[in-house]
């Protein structure tokens, strides 16, 4: 069982999200989550943030599972940090962290 669920748009007011992807075309969304001064965010914790999975501990899972990819390489640690420039994709989603 997969605990990956659609994404919410904008569930954070600091994670902005692309517009209008029509359900009848399948297109990556894509998400920029901005650190906002921090050096790096751990990636369970950026899946949880980016409203893809309910909590770090479902992030984890999701890592585990082999479901997340970091710059387009599948990625197996759970709390690896990601920072500025890095993209992570889940599915359809993929975020691209800035440092804004």
């Known amino acids: 069982m997969s605990l990956f669920h659609a994404p919410v748009l904008r569930p954070w007011p600091h994670v902005r999200s692309a517009r209008g992807c ?8 894509k998400i920029t989550f901005p650190l906002q001064g921090h050096p790096h ?9 980016c409203g893809l999975c309910d909590s770090g501990g479902a992030g984890k899972q999701l890592v585990a599972e082999g479901h997340v990819r970091v710059d387009g390489k599948p ?12 993209k992570v994709s889940l599915g359809d989603v993929q975020i691209t962290v800035i440092a804004e």
């Open 22 to 29: 029509a359900p009848e075309r399948k297109h990556m969304q």
């Open 41 to 49: 965010v751990e990636l369970n914790q950026l899946l949880k943030l």
């Open 75 to 86: 990625e197996s640690r759970k709390t690896c940090k990601i920072t500025v420039g890095q």
